[in-house]
């Protein structure tokens, strides 16, 4: 950060809006070669949207954006990158019917004289670079059936392909696992080190303090602070962003644990998982935690009746639930909240009531017709209680952020009053204001007596929050720690079962 | 860390070379396409040996060229997730306005008449296109009200009117009936736009740019690739293709009125799918929906030859074109299991 | 006795764009034009059983005088057809008849037994009286066509055409492209084939420009219904020998007279009754309301360009 | 946090929008009528009208359902067809009619669950599907009837088809389609059946992981479809006192441009049956007024064309138009 040479890449007073909607009021940031800068604010606060305006997305109703000192304007994603910039953006943007290495070239692919594609020098490359990255992922492989992960790495080795001088990472860990982000942070520092200028943004605060030098915090769509890492302390960070101080993070209750509420023996899918059996009483927290990767999410859509079973059963609250259709495990009193909100939890143009009320549309049934007055109480009922951050409960659910989906999915499950609740990544992509209201949330709805199976890859949402910590790997159970004796290197070695190479993949 | 640098050494364990899975899915789709075909063609030359003739092959070829050419056309603008259902309309209005054309101008060149349904075929492509990307209109409406506007215009235009063969010069006439090494000059025209169309699919840039567009829309954008102008293009080209058929058509068949190739658009949709061409994009070849158009229409011809009562035919083939569809599907979803279970053991 | 003047008649024909029918139509429109009259042709664009119901019934809603239809469907149109009779406008069918009780009087361009007995006739004399042969119709619910056949068949059981044999009858839907790709078929399935007969414009036309340009030409005889401007090129090189047909400008100068005679009421359609058909002469109507043209006329290369339509 | 009773969300506004615009073109294509001919209001013209849309109307009252569901079926023209030819078979081989009219409809339910098993057991594109069930429901047709036509059905059936209700204009048949419309319009909008229609249309995959049987509704619809076509196959037949293979080909594609023109949207999710209602009528008024005014049924397709081809492109304009001009007073402001 020399003075006299003008920041790589500088956004100034920058404003958007979507309609009505402001989402970025006064955004600014400096982005200074060799540094890796965490940009920090709650869901909703903007921060995605400013990616989109750097990147040529979105074009900024107001403002500058000076790469190098000298003013442009992106009219597409395409002049960004040619002027170096390479993003990943928070949701995956892959083509599932291509292969890797197109995925990773597309637009930019290698040719021939004739201008043709060659296809094998393209090939050749991709599988270097994923090598690099130590996935086992070959160039020809079609993306449709990755796992997020893997995903993830796909784009992350997009990123990388281009050797762009800027590198915007929108949080690119929000699906990854322990193991992963460490490779990803090994490249990252690497990238600082060949002095390219890295913005990352993340809800998990340790992360920050664990790779970035400087930060940038935003609340409501402007920029309200900025400084030094290494100045900072999480508390500060949090009230920065949150605009108030948090009082516990994990507001885990002890409650007295009740009969088994789930019971589930025996479950294989052949090749997916083997023999799991378990079970999670009324009043009790069980985390399932593993890899990315384990099978656990597949667990839970098994249970839930998504995904057919090869054996195994479930009981819930002692009766035995006929697997395979969802509407049968609802019945049951069975919740799942699915880990993919936009793909699995929303449907994103009907509006925040009508996707609030999906789950109980059977029960707003007055007179045998639909009473649009109960679907509305019933949004807004859920929308106060988890403090949900929207203007219109009409408005289509795709214009919030994605911690705000996040809460509407919540909202929906908890609206049937499940007595097992299983909540996969509970906290993926959601700011530190939000998750603490989903925690606190979590332990309102055990005081009361429900039972909840939380999937979670965030060790420290596992330690604070579980009564018991299940693990998993490669498809089976690998250990069962009680509260008391869990921690962060029993859990770990657990998830990565014997075999030390098990770190070197991640699918 | 340099980004790929090509010396470095592949890391993981697995040495033995997997096979192409991309290019192995797609072949082995198209392989079973070609399977069908040649089944079907056994079976019937089976019952039937004289099928097998010279003139029963090039009738063949002849009838499937100009669906195949739509079909070739439908599967670039099918790989974006659109659909054009205004061909048919393009056709019969191309084929009629060449006709009068050469009415008025016996003398006009070949070349000429080509380029001009070419020419007919770009104007409707483009409306198509306009509406599609400009007016964010969904292809399927906006082609559905072209094809309804054009094949009205056409109405109100040739009414009663036909073009019959004798109006046509002969030199036009030997696009259907001369050959070149015998194989016939029409069949061989398509042949080259069909081998440029999968050249370009598959070969350059803006072909895979369909694929993407289809696959992701989104992701596309974010890309940096050009949505509009690559979906006008598909419209564009589908157009053009539409507007060469209907010079072929004409000189195929010789009489052209009003309602020339009124309703093929869902056989055109019909034969990409059978094809294995996803009408929710992102995946199909050319090869695959030549395929497809050829299953179909030898299926066509040798209900006929195999003296099918004729009100037994068109059920047989809504049968067939059903089980085509699911057996593809199933084909392919074995695939990927099966591949997904390699990697799980890999 | 004096045809009114001004009369309204329009035509329905069974498509509005079938160049047969525009022939027709446009003889029906002279005739009224020669009467001064108004005339109008109106009608739809597809041949389906309903689809000329509601261009009925706007003319009753219109008060037309009299309505002239070649109905798509014997049936699907007589409630309706009935229903205009019952408010007094005049109903004229011609070329396709429906039920005797949706119209008073039918114009037949022949009579349907003699048509069909006639094409068999003609075909036996191009096939030398013996070989398979087929017919190829239009769709496979022509009223027309259907009786044709019907007359076709019975004629076919006179010992003299023992050795003509009926293979098979295929539907070209009076749609070009398929009657072409059925006409290739017949000829794959049935190698032995001596002839088509084609009681369909559209049909025979489709059938001769395959046979031209097929190996099978000089050695299976298409015969049937055409007119001369779209057959005499095959004519005259060689591919079709001969064919009937009728003028359909006459057919539809005829049922012009027939309704303008109805509507002024000169006539009531009873049988025997005769009218002045305008430079046809006079024309008497027959058994159960039909008026007949007259005999089709067989064209060979040497009449064929004394005709043109 | 929202009012949760705040007025009109934009979404429904815009719904609202549309459905007023339809009721405004309404008006003016029956002010249209009425100047381009006296006798347009008649009784008598006005039976007429309902009485043609009487097929397309019952069978866009399913297909609208279908459509908020983002699937698409293309065989109902060949189920009614087929439906047809089975009548005037069963009739032919001395059923009593109550009995013909019950198996056609079981029959047409039928053809819709093999739709829908296809589609459901091997999740396939439905488009794909029904273009093939599209051709084999019309060759079982032919397969029935063959080149026969049966007319021989019972007077008093056929009178169905073609009378009117007591003193009034309103044809027989046209009661079905008001009784359809109301069922259809409160299953849709007011019962856990119709509002999953929307989040499976909009979202499939949430929609299941929702708990709603995204199969079995899937399954229903087509189900829904085929007895709704069926029936329409019935009326068409008693109306034209003729059963035929052929009966109603190419309806399809008129039945979806009218549920389109009605605002539905065809990537699924968005809809009202009340949009589908006005759209028929207007399409209905259209195409009488304009055929009692001498306009060519060529000149007919081009309109049904052009409107259809508004429907969607003139919103899409307007609200680009919106975006901008608000756009420019925002800028100005600041
Ligand atoms: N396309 C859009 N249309 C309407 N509103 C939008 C759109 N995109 C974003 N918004 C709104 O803009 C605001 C900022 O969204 P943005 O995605 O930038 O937040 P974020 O900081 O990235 O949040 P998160 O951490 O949850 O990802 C939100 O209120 C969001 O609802
Ligand atoms: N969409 C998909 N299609 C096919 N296979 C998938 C898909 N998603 C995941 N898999 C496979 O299923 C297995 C488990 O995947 P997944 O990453 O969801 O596991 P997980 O333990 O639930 O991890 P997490 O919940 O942290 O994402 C992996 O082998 C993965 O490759
Ligand atoms: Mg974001
Ligand atoms: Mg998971």
Do not use: C
Not at chain 1, 288 to 296: C, E, K, P, Q
Not at chain 2, 274 to 298: E, P
Not at chain 2, 332 to 344: E, L
Not at chain 3, 2 to 31: R, T
């Amino acid at each position: 950060m020399t003075d006299n040479k003008p920041p790589r890449l500088e956004l100034r007073h920058a404003s958007k809006s979507f309609g009505r909607v402001r989402a970025l009021g006064d955004g600014s940031l400096q982005l200074w070669p060799g540094e890796v800068h965490a940009l920090l604010g709650e869901n909703g606060a903007g921060k995605s949207t400013l990616v989109k305006i750097l990147a040529g997305v979105h074009q900024p109703d107001s403002g500058e954006l000076l790469v190098e000192g000298i003013a442009r304007r992106f009219a597409n994603p395409a002049e960004a990158r040619d002027a170096g910039l390479a993003v990943i953006y928070q949701e995956p943007t892959l083509f599932a019917d291509l292969s890797i290495a197109e995925n990773i070239y597309m637009g930019r692919q290698p040719r021939d004289g004739l201008r043709r594609i060659r296809y094998d020098a393209m090939n050749r490359e991709v599988d270097a670079l994923l090598s690099t990255l130590g996935v086992n992922l070959r160039a020809e492989r079609l993306v449709r059936g990755l796992s997020i992960a893997d995903q993830q790495v796909v784009e992350i080795a997009k990123a990388l392909s281009l050797n762009a001088n800027v590198l915007i990472m929108d949080e690119p860990t929000a699906a990854l696992s322990l193991p992963e982000v460490e490779r990803l942070f090994a490249i990252v520092r690497a990238l600082r080190e060949r002095d390219v200028a890295i913005l990352f943004i993340t809800h998990r605060l340790d992360e920050v303090f664990a790779l970035t030098q400087r930060m940038t915090i935003m609340r409501d769509g402007v920029k309200v602070f900025d400084a030094l890492t290494a100045e900072m302390t999480i508390d500060a960070i949090v009230s920065k962003m949150v605009g108030r101080d948090l009082d516990t993070f994990y507001p885990k209750a002890d409650v007295a644990r009740g009969e088994v509420r789930l019971s589930v023996r025996g479950l294989t899918r052949e090749g997916v998982f083997k023999n799991v059996s378990f079970d999670v009483h009324a009043g009790e927290i069980v985390a399932l935690a593993g890899l990315v990767g384990a099978g656990r999410s597949e667990v839970a859509r098994a249970i839930f009746g998504i995904d057919p079973v090869d054996a195994g059963e479930v009981k819930i609250a002692g009766k035995p639930l006929a697997l395979g259709k969802p509407a049968t495990a609802v019945r049951a009193g069975l919740a799942l909240v699915p880990e993919d909100r936009r793909a699995q939890g929303l449907a994103l143009e009907l509006s925040i009531a009508r996707n609030a009320s999906l789950t109980v549309l059977g029960r707003l049934v007055k007179h045998g017709l639909i009473s649009a007055k109960s679907e509305s109480t019933l949004a807004a009922d859920w929308g106060k209680r988890l403090r949900l951050k929207a203007s219109d409960l009409d408005a289509p659910v795709g214009t919030l952020s994605g911690g705000n989906q996040q809460k509407v999915v919540l909202g929906k499950w908890l609206a049937t009053n499940p007595k097992v609740l299983i909540i996969d990544e509970p906290t993926r992509g959601i700011d530190v204001g939000a998750k603490a209201e989903v925690y606190r949330t979590l332990a309102d709805l055990v005081r009361e007596g429900m039972a909840v199976l939380m999937i979670s890859s965030e060790l420290p949402e596992v330690l604070g929050m579980a009564d018991r910590v299940l693990v998993m790997h490669e498809g089976r159970i690998s250990a069962d720690i009680a509260r008391a004796d869990a921690n962060e290197e029993r859990v770990m070695s657990a998830a990565l079962g014997a075999s030390p190479q098990a770190l070197g993949r991640a699918a | 860390m340099t980004r790929h640098s090509s010396t470095m050494p592949a890391m993981h364990a697995p040495k033995h070379k997997r096979p192409n899975l991309l290019g192995g899915l797609a072949r082995s789709r198209e392989a079973t396409l070609f399977a069908v075909l040649i089944a079907l063609v056994a079976a019937t030359a089976a019952v039937k040996p004289e099928f097998l003739n010279l003139q029963n092959l090039r009738d063949v070829l002849l009838n499937v060229s100009i669906i195949g050419l739509l079909t070739a056309g439908m599967t670039v603008v099918m790989l974006m997730r659109h659909i054009d259902l205004s061909v048919a309309s393009v056709v019969g209005v191309s084929a009629y306005a060449v006709g009068s054309l050469f009415v008025m101008f016996p003398q006009m060149p070949v070349i000429v008449a080509m380029l001009a349904g070419i020419g007919i075929g770009l104007a409707i492509g483009a409306v198509n296109g306009v509406l599609i990307t400009f007016g964010r209109v969904p292809s399927l409406v906006a082609t559905l009200s072209t094809l309804y506007i054009v094949r009205g215009a056409d109405y109100a235009w040739v009414h009663g009117g036909q073009i019959n063969a004798t109006s046509l010069p002969d030199a036009f006439a030997l696009i259907a009936t001369g050959s070149l090494f015998g194989v016939p000059n029409l069949v061989l025209i398509a042949l080259v736009v069909l081998i440029a169309l999968s050249v370009y699919l598959k070969q350059y840039r803006g072909g895979r740019e369909h694929y993407a567009i289809g696959s992701n829309p989104e992701a596309a954008r974010l890309a940096g690739i050009r949505v509009e102008r690559r979906v006008m293009i598909g419209f564009l080209l589908s157009g053009a293709i539409a507007g060469l058929a209907g010079v072929l058509w004409l000189a195929r068949f010789g009489t052209v009125d009003a309602s020339t190739a009124k309703g093929i658009e869902l056989q055109v949709v019909a034969a990409a799918v059978v094809g294995s061409v996803a009408i929710t994009g992102g995946v199909g070849t050319v090869t695959g929906a030549t395929l497809g158009a050829l299953v179909l229409g030898v299926i066509n011809i040798a209900l006929v030859v195999l003296r099918v009562s004729p009100f037994w035919q068109q059920a047989i083939q809504g049968a067939l074109i059903v089980a085509a569809i699911t057996l593809d599907t199933l084909l392919a979803r074995s695939v990927a299991k099966r591949m997904m279970r390699k990697r799980d053991h890999g | 006795a004096e045809l009114k003047s001004g009369l309204k008649i329009a035509f329905v024909p069974k498509q509005i764009n079938n160049p047969y029918e525009v022939i027709a139509d446009d003889g029906g429109m002279a005739a009224i034009k020669e009467m001064k009259g108004q005339g109008k042709v109106v009608g739809p664009s597809d041949a389906g059983a309903s689809s000329q119901v509601s261009y009925i019934n706007t003319l009753i809603t219109q008060k037309q005088d009299a309505v002239v239809i070649a109905a798509n469907d014997a049936n699907a149109v007589v409630p309706y057809l009935k229903k205009a009779m019952s408010q007094g406008i005049k109903v004229v069918t011609f070329d396709s008849d429906t039920a005797p009780e949706g119209r008073q009087i039918f114009v037949n361009q022949a009579d349907s037994e003699s048509i069909g007995r006639g094409q068999i006739q003609l075909l036996s004399k191009l096939v030398g009286g013996e070989g398979e042969f087929a017919i190829l119709s239009a769709t496979p619910n022509a009223t027309n066509q259907n009786t044709w056949i019907k007359w076709m068949q019975e004629e076919l059981k006179k010992p003299e055409y023992a050795k003509l044999k009926l293979v098979k009858i295929a539907y070209g839907n009076d749609d070009d492209q398929k009657s072409f790709v059925e006409t290739q078929g017949l000829l794959q399935a049935y190698p032995n084939l001596k002839g088509i007969v084609a009681p369909t414009s559209v049909g025979i036309a489709a059938a001769a420009r395959y046979i031209q340009s097929s190996p099978a030409k000089g050695k299976v005889a298409v015969t049937g219904l055409g007119t001369p401007n779209q057959m005499r090129a095959f004519v005259k090189n060689g591919t079709v020998k001969a064919f009937q047909l009728w003028d359909p400008g006459q057919l539809g100068y005829l049922a012009a007279f027939a309704a303008a005679n109805l509507a002024s009421g000169t006539i009531t359609g009873k049988e025997g009754e005769s009218f002045d058909a305008g430079k046809l002469g006079k024309r008497t109507v027959g058994k159960s309301g039909e008026v007949i043209l007259g005999p089709p006329t067989t064209f060979d290369s040497a009449n064929i360009d004394s005709f043109n339509f | 946090m929202a009012k949760p009773d705040s007025a009109l969300s934009t979404t429904k506004r815009r719904h609202l929008q549309w459905e007023a615009m339809l009721v405004i073109v309404l008006a003016v294509s029956l002010i249209g009528g009425r100047v381009l001919s006296p006798m347009f209001l008649s009784g008598a013209n006005l039976s007429n009208m309902l009485a043609d849309f009487t097929e397309i109307a019952l069978i866009a009252l399913p297909m609208t359902l279908i459509i908020i569901a983002a699937e698409i079926d293309l065989s109902v023209a060949s189920v009614l067809g087929a439906s047809s030819a089975l009548m005037g078979v069963l009739w032919h081989m001395g059923l009593p009619m109550p009995l013909v009219i019950a198996i056609v409809l079981v029959a047409g339910t039928l053809a819709g669950l093999l739709n829908g098993l296809v589609i459901v057991r091997f999740n396939l594109p439905s488009l794909a599907v029904t273009i093939g069930t599209l051709a084999l429901f019309r060759g079982l047709a032919y397969v029935l009837l063959g080149d026969q036509a049966i007319a021989d059905f019972p007077a008093s059936y056929t009178a169905f088809g073609i009378e009117t209700i007591a003193a009034t204009f309103l044809p027989m048949p046209f009661i079905l389609v008001i009784l359809g419309a109301i069922v259809f319009t409160v299953l849709l909008q007011a019962t856990p059946f119709g509002r999953s229609l929307y989040a499976i249309g909009a979202n499939p995959v949430a929609a299941q992981f929702s708990g709603i049987d995204v199969a079995r509704t899937k399954l229903r619809l087509f189900m829904l479809s085929g007895a709704m076509a069926a029936l329409a196959g019935v009326v068409y037949t008693l109306r034209f006192t003729s059963a035929r293979g052929d009966n109603g080909e190419g309806f399809e594609l008129s039945v979806i441009a009218a549920v389109l023109f009605g605002g539905v949207s065809i990537f699924g999710g968005r809809g009202s049956m009340i949009g589908v209602l006005l759209s028929l009528l207007i399409i209905g008024v259209l195409r009488n007024a304009l055929t009692l005014a001498d306009v060519s049924s060529e000149t007919l397709t081009i309109v049904t064309g052009a409107l259809l081809l508004s429907s969607v492109l003139i919103p899409n304009l307007v609200a680009r138009w919106r975006a901008t001009r608000e756009k420019r007073l925002m800028a100005q402001t600041l």
